[in-house]
């Protein structure tokens, strides 16, 4: 009698007491690169705020690029001596980001479109 009192107890202290926990879901790649996209661009365009005149000339290349090899070009031509921004601060922190999907990227459109979507942010803003 005791112990099944005990059982019974137990299930229902488990059964008020705990919360099934609610994980967040993880971010998609996209999402990924353009935050660290968003954070980077802002930075680096309130310590240079005449950079910030080319992003107009940049968002228009972006709608013909297709690969990441493109957007690293298209982003050397607008803003020249700035290239570690786009390959150091928005690229490698994507990846190296913990919510990055374990077994890789193999679709460069990530890049194109996270950069676009924070490009996009920042004109519109």
Do not use: Y
């Amino acid at each position: 009698m005791v112990r099944r009192l005990s059982v019974l107890s137990a299930l229902a202290l488990l059964a008020g007491c705990i919360d099934m926990p609610c994980v967040p879901p993880t971010p998609e790649p996209v999402e990924i690169v353009k935050g660290h996209a968003t954070q980077a661009f802002a930075r680096a365009f309130a310590e240079k705020p005449d950079a910030k005149e080319a992003i107009g000339k940049f968002q228009e290349k972006l709608g013909s690029i297709e690969t990441t090899h493109e957007l690293r070009e298209a982003w050397k031509e607008c803003f020249p001596g700035m290239e570690r921004l786009l390959d150091r601060r928005v690229i490698s922190r994507s990846i190296h980001d913990p919510n990055w999907p374990v077994m890789g990227v193999n679709d460069d459109r990530v890049f194109i479109e996270g950069v676009r979507d924070a490009v996009g942010e920042l004109v519109g803003s």
